[in-house]
């Protein structure tokens, strides 16, 4: 299975900051990877697809990039309403695996 | 509007069955495959397997394959998920999926989750 590292673990901010989340596959995935934000109590909601397309109805200040091995998740600008728990996941092989997660707050 | 409903929460013995249903709604049933991932209490998320509501093919994490069973009622618009030999590291909350439009693999449409607990 490939091997997905996210970091940081968790991660304060201000509201208005500039975050970024990193994604590191174990493997060459190309451009298979997608972002998901997780409220508690919630499922997953899906931001980004093949890396770095917005899915529909998602906020632009939310962005992704990478191929390869090496992928990043930005929040161009944090809202209060971003705090959760953000997950990658690849899907160039099954089974199609996750980060361990970046926890999210407010500082 | 696309909806998935899950049935509501178990708990279980160590070395019980459990089956989870789930029920799309909002869309033709057979137009999507849905999925079955899962996450523990504080973990990330674990797929375990998806199937193929047009002709009841299925799929299966091979950490799963042995214990899984993913089956479709295409006449009430159901897709459910049987794990067996039930264990307490299977204490999760499990979620169907369905993918958005021309896709496998993301998962566009979750369900609200069905929390299993397995314990003695």
């Known amino acids: 299975d490939i091997r997905m590292t996210q970091s940081p673990s968790s991660l304060s901010a201000s509201v208005g900051d500039r975050v970024t989340i990193t994604c590191q596959a174990s493997h060459d995935i190309n451009k298979y990877l997608n972002w998901y934000q997780q409220k508690p109590g919630k499922a997953p909601m899906i931001l980004i697809y093949d890396a770095s397309n917005l899915e529909t109805g998602v906020p632009s200040r939310f962005s992704g990039s990478g191929s390869g091995t090496d992928f990043s998740f930005t929040i161009s600008s944090l809202q209060p309403e971003d705090i959760a728990t953000y997950y990658c996941?690849?899907?160039?092989?099954?089974?199609?695996?996750f980060g361990q997660g970046t926890r999210l707050d407010i500082k | 509007q696309v909806h998935l409903v899950q049935s509501g929460p178990e708990v279980k013995r160590p070395g019980a069955s459990v089956k989870v249903s789930c029920e799309p709604s909002g869309y033709i049933f057979t137009d999507h495959i849905v999925h079955w991932l899962r996450q523990a209490p504080g973990q990330s998320l674990e797929w375990l397997g998806w199937?193929?509501?047009?002709?009841?093919?299925?799929g299966y994490s091979k950490q799963f394959e042995d214990r899984i069973t993913i089956t479709r009622d295409t006449s009430a618009s159901r897709v459910y998920m049987e794990l067996t030999s039930l264990r307490s590291e299977d204490t999760a909350v499990y979620f169907c999926?369905?993918?958005?439009?021309?896709?496998?693999?993301?998962?566009?449409?979750w369900g609200q989750g069905s929390l299993v607990t397995v314990s003695s």
């Open positions: 999926a369905r993918p958005q439009s021309g896709s496998y693999w993301r998962f566009g449409f």
């Open positions: 996941q690849q899907y160039d092989n099954v089974p199609p695996t």
């Open positions: 199937i193929r509501t047009t002709n009841g093919k299925t």
